[in-house]
């Protein structure tokens, strides 16, 4: 796993490089407003996405550095929905990657304010990109849509809807596939349609990839601390949210999530240069926060 953590803090080093550049332009009046989106932006976290496609286009022989424009969109999405999904009117968490979220620190209509800055200035960049030809317009069309009302925000909606009620399985899944799943699928379709390969598979892998990483983000919020999560465990539990644990109890959850870690693998057994990705199912699966 030396090589794995290498090559993560590699792509890792990249992106927030890349990220810090952008945000050092950012220079909106009021001042509040730049260093709300600063503070969430820049508080640290695991880069996933960013980190996944920088992963795929590698795999399929692309140059991360020169689509870093279409990483920090990525990233400014994930970002916005976090400091949203945080709001007390949503899942009302006072911390985010180990500190305070941003309405805690900035207020609760200024957090809203930063989300929806967030959002616009993503596809602010989505549209520059869109400019360099049709395989860059179709890849920010991916994005968008993953991240609108068919995608992640159609999933936040379900969660919403579906909280405290006696949903089940396919209620379960429609969550997981949209809320989580689409901004996983996102970055491996953008990669695919730059490249002009492998959408298929790679479809299936970050399906499956998303659907298992809210598997074990469901147990960890059951199994560990608050300290090791970054947030507050036990949410899940306390605002009635519908969880893999919930539907299926810890054993078969567990269960679960081995199967789906097995059709990840499986997903890239036709595609060369794998390692990485191969790797990062089982760093999901055992992942601890």
């Known amino acids: 796993m030396k090589k794995f ?3 993560y803090s590699e792509y890792w080093d990249l992106f927030e490089s890349g990220l810090r550049n952008y945000c050092n332009g950012l220079n ?3 001042p509040i407003l730049a260093e709300s989106m600063r503070y969430s932006l ?19 022989g692309g140059t991360p550095k020169e689509e870093m424009r279409f990483a920090v969109a990525l990233e400014m999405i994930h970002t916005y929905s976090l400091i949203h999904d945080d709001l007390p009117s949503m899942d009302n968490d006072d911390f985010r990657r180990g500190k305070p979220s941003n309405h805690k620190v900035f207020g609760e209509a200024n957090a809203v ?5 967030l959002l616009s200035a993503a596809f602010d960049i989505l549209l520059s990109e869109s400019g360099r030809g ?7 069309q991916i994005l968008s849509e993953c991240a609108g009302p068919k995608g992640m925000i159609a999933g936040q909606s379900a969660d919403i809807l579906y909280s405290g009620k006696n949903a089940g399985q396919e209620e379960l899944r429609f969550i997981y596939e949209h809320k989580t799943g689409k901004l996983f699928v996102a970055p491996f379709l953008m990669a695919s349609t730059i490249m002009g390969k492998y959408t298929a598979e790679f479809t299936e892998y970050a399906k499956n990839l998303g659907i298992l990483f809210q598997l074990t983000d469901d147990m960890l919020d059951e199994k560990e601390e ?7 465990a036990g949410k899940d539990r306390e605002e009635g949210k519908l969880t893999c644990v919930k539907v299926f109890g810890m054993e078969r959850s567990e269960e679960l999530a081995d199967e789906f870690a097995e059709k990840c693998v499986s997903a890239l057994s036709n595609i060369e ?4 990705l191969i790797k990062t199912v089982r760093v999901i699966r055992e992942r601890n926060h």
């Open 5 to 7: 953590s290498k090559k």
């Open 28 to 30: 909106y009046e009021p």
């Open 42 to 60: 820049l508080s640290g976290g695991k880069r996933m996405r960013p980190v996944l496609f920088f992963a795929a286009l590698d795999c399929l």
């Open 113 to 117: 304010l930063a989300g929806d800055a």
């Open 134 to 140: 049709k395989k860059y317009l179709r890849a920010a």
């Open 226 to 232: 608050s300290e090791t999560l970054g947030k507050t």
């Open 273 to 276: 240069n794998n390692d990485f």
